[in-house]
Nanobody
Framework: QLQFVESGGGLVQPGGSLRLSCAAS????????IGWFRQAPGKEREGVSC????????VYADSVKGRFTISRDNARNTVYLQLNSLKPEDTAVYYC????????????????WGQGTQVTVSS
């Protein structure tokens, strides 16, 4: 009952853009830090970005800094990830997750996970 639903993935050419959405259901996201993760076939899951619960502090992996932007709209119970200047190495399933800790970090517990949305970057 407590989950995220991701959307917005798809097939895009290198250099293109996508906007991913993560809608929370069964809970109010206001007091959760929200992270975006991704996993490609045969590779480990990696943290991409995170936004804190109230301060709006954001964190990005070095590989996506300057290209991806995370934001949240608590009124709509939704978090977004804007993906610009996409590269083939960005191809992965992207997941959003929520942590009650409220602050961002990769070494914290994320209680609620979405099912993921596929992003494929190819010509």
């Amino acid at each position: 009952q407590l989950q995220f639903v991701e959307s917005g993935g798809g097939l895009v050419q290198p250099g293109g853009s996508l906007r991913l959405s993560c809608a929370a259901s069964g809970f109010t996201m206001d007091y959760y830090a929200i992270g975006w993760f991704r996993q490609a076939p045969g590779k480990e899951r990696e943290g991409v970005s995170c936004i804190s619960s109230t301060e709006g502090i954001t964190v990005y992996a070095d590989s996506v800094k300057g290209r991806f932007t995370i934001s949240r709209d608590n009124a709509r119970n939704t978090v977004y990830l804007q993906l610009n200047s996409l590269k083939p190495e960005d191809t992965a399933v992207y997941y959003c997750a929520a942590s009650l800790i409220g602050v961002c970090g990769w070494n914290i517990s994320y209680s609620y996970w979405g099912q993921g949305t596929q992003v494929t970057v190819s010509s």
